[in-house]
């Protein structure tokens, strides 16, 4: 069931940063996007300091933990003290009962706390990665994913990567139409892929400072029903195949490969949700030879077949 009601337990000390990540995406938007319930909690009412030092009022104690769809644990900065047992009981009676409970950066030593993560794997800041699996051996850390995704229980890395934990929720929940619509609102990648890297793997041409590039990555999110050979976008650019993936690898962080590869597969999602296309037109549409091809890509990538991707989020009626 689709998570609406939102709590994320801001400790004394919280990140300002991750506060405000959350507080920005679950921001109640309208105009027929998901309206989120979201409050911040802590131990005890009132006024909580920082990270920075400012001071921040929160109205709500743990007892929003108890009702809460969405659960969060922030990044804190006393992460390595575990928190008061009346948290960990929080964190674990939200799981036992059905929540989704998410961690943002070192907030994943909460859930680890709580032994939420044991036999899982997690992550958290690449910094406090090897810390987190030495005070915490039962659980498997990885080190390199922006987030990692148990299911009901999600982990996410630092800082920034707040936002592409925060998407992925939603995208998971309501679909990728739905994520792309918040991240556009916030001037953001509406998907990263791959680890802490933070290499961009949706395409952003726009995002691109090469000018020649950004051209011809327009050029090809416009004719994705094409082959598009590295060869044919190398040469549009003007540039040797060799001069083309360096450059391409420099603007985007990723392989032109893996770039359309990720672009294809968005775009399908997008018509997936968005329209009552057989699979067989999306298919061409986005560039693959058969709809057994997309199939194939969309279960490696995305878990799921694409028809049942689109029974899950589908946006229009059928025709």
């Known amino acids: 069931m689709s998570f609406l009601t939102v709590a994320a337990y801001a400790p004394s000390g919280v990140g300002m940063l991750a506060a405000g990540i959350v507080a920005e995406v679950f921001d109640p938007r309208g105009?027929?996007?998901?309206?989120f319930d979201f409050a911040l909690c802590t131990d005890r009412p009132g006024q909580v300091r920082t990270d920075t030092g400012l001071p921040l009022v929160v109205g709500h104690g743990?007892?929003?933990l108890a009702t809460a769809d969405l659960v969060l644990t922030l990044p804190w900065a006393d992460f390595r003290t575990p928190p008061a047992p009346a948290v960990l009981d929080a964190l674990s009676a939200a799981h036992r009962r059905g929540a989704?409970?998410?961690?943002?950066?070192?907030?994943?030593?909460?859930l680890a706390a709580a032994g939420l993560l044991d036999g899982r794997r997690a992550t958290t800041h690449w910094r406090f990665a090897d810390l987190l699996g030495r005070q915490y051996p039962?659980?498997?850390?990885?080190?390199?994913?922006?987030y990692v995704d148990e299911g009901p229980l999600v982990t996410g890395a630092g800082a920034a990567a707040g936002f592409d934990l925060c998407l992925h929720l939603i995208r998971r929940e309501y679909g990728a139409a739905t994520a792309n619509a918040i991240a556009r609102d916030l001037?953001?990648?509406?998907h990263r892929d791959g680890g802490q890297a933070q290499y961009v793997a949706a395409p952003v041409p726009e995002d691109c400072q090469d000018e020649r590039?950004?051209?011809?990555?327009?050029?090809?999110?416009?004719?994705?029903?094409?082959?598009?050979?590295?060869?044919?976008?190398?040469?549009?650019?003007l540039m040797s195949?060799?001069?083309?993936?360096?450059?391409?690898?420099?603007?985007?962080?990723t392989t032109p490969h893996s770039?359309?590869?990720?672009?294809?597969?968005?775009?399908?999602?997008?018509?997936?949700?968005?329209?009552?296309?057989?699979?067989?037109?999306?298919?061409?549409?986005?560039?693959?030879?058969?709809?057994?091809?997309?199939?194939?890509?969309?279960?490696?990538?995305?878990?799921?077949?694409?028809?049942?991707?689109?029974?899950?989020f589908a946006q229009v009626s059928a025709p």
Not at 31 to 35: E, M
Not at 100 to 110: E, K, P, W
Not at 138 to 146: G, H, I, K, N, R
């Open 100 to 110: 989704l409970v998410a961690s943002h950066c070192v907030g994943a030593f909460a």
């Open 62 to 64: 743990l007892e929003r």
């Open 241 to 253: 195949r060799r001069s083309f993936a360096r450059r391409f690898t420099a603007a985007t962080g």
């Open 259 to 312: 770039w359309l590869l990720n672009l294809r597969l968005s775009r399908a999602e997008e018509l997936l949700e968005t329209t009552s296309l057989p699979v067989e037109e999306i298919a061409r549409r986005v560039g693959y030879g058969s709809a057994a091809v997309l199939r194939e890509q969309f279960v490696r990538r995305r878990g799921v077949p694409p028809r049942s991707y689109r029974r899950s």
């Open 31 to 35: 105009g027929g996007l998901p309206v």
């Open 213 to 237: 590039l950004g051209e011809v990555l327009g050029w090809a999110r416009e004719h994705l029903d094409q082959p598009l050979p590295v060869a044919e976008l190398a040469r549009r650019a």
């Open 138 to 146: 039962a659980v498997e850390v990885d080190s390199t994913a922006l």
């Open 187 to 190: 001037v953001l990648p509406s």
